[in-house]
């Protein structure tokens, strides 16, 4: 089973600032995915990011809001651009495989 | 795409009993099916899964159900204890894309 791991944890960050989040896994997979959790719902998937590709951005979001990056294929980062109270959710990577896991998350809180 | 319907949306147990949350899905293709448990402030732990080609699984207290033919699965937890206390979510894997139930908050009373 894959082991992912996912920097920070959580950050509180001020309204018109960009955070970037990191996502190790530890062995190389083609395919990493972004998801989003708003508090009280259900995990929304934000992008599918490539390794030597951009990253392909479900409907409702974009890569201005949310640029990918996926240098190699132990790592992506997600940054939330230009934050807004809204933007306030549990961000979280995963991997496919035999079996689906996600990293802890991140919490993210925008004051 | 894939939707995924997850009931009921709250559950509240005695400790001892037995607690059983259902999802349906609606693209035929899916063949992967994961239950994941949240605790609170946690990432979205896998407790158990199914394959489309297995008609059930069980794992200790855990036991997970599919219905190719009505496209639908449930996880069935038995002998419920009070750190079963949790959000559960469903989800329905199709072209390595998950679609996520809504979720289910269980209550285990002690």
């Known amino acids: 089973s894959a082991v992912i791991s996912q920097k920070p944890s959580r950050d509180i960050c001020q309204r018109g600032t960009s955070l970037t989040i990191q996502c190790q896994v530890d062995?190389?997979?083609?395919?990493m995915f972004w998801y989003r959790q708003q508090p009280g719902q259900s995990l929304t998937l934000i992008a599918t990011?490539?390794?030597?590709?951009?990253?392909?951005?479900e409907s409702g979001f974009v890569i201005d809001k949310f640029p990918i990056s996926r240098p190699n294929l132990t790592f992506s980062t997600l940054t939330v651009s230009n934050m807004s109270p809204e933007d306030s959710s549990i961000y979280l990577c995963?991997?496919?495989?035999?079996?689906?896991?996600f990293g802890q998350g991140t919490r993210l809180t925008v004051v | 795409g894939e939707n995924v319907e997850q009931h009921p949306s709250t559950l509240s147990v005695q400790e001892g009993d037995s607690a059983v949350i259902k999802c349906t899905y609606s693209?035929?293709?899916?063949?992967?099916f994961p239950w994941y448990k949240q605790e609170l402030g946690k990432g979205p732990q896998l407790i158990i899964d199914?394959?489309?080609?297995?008609g059930e699984k069980k794992d200790q207290r855990i036991a997970v159900t599919l219905n190719k033919t009505a496209k639908h699965f449930s996880l069935h937890i038995t002998e419920t204890q009070p750190e079963d206390s949790a959000v559960y979510f469903c989800?329905?894997?199709?072209?390595?894309?998950?679609?996520f139930g809504a979720g289910t908050t269980v209550t285990v009373r002690a």
């Open positions: 995963s991997v496919p495989g035999i079996e689906a896991f």
């Open positions: 989800a329905a894997r199709n072209d390595y894309k998950l679609s």
């Open positions: 990011a490539n390794q030597g590709s951009e990253a392909t951005y």
């Open positions: 199914i394959r489309s080609n297995v």
């Open positions: 062995s190389q997979v083609t395919m």
């Open positions: 693209d035929s293709a899916s063949n992967y």
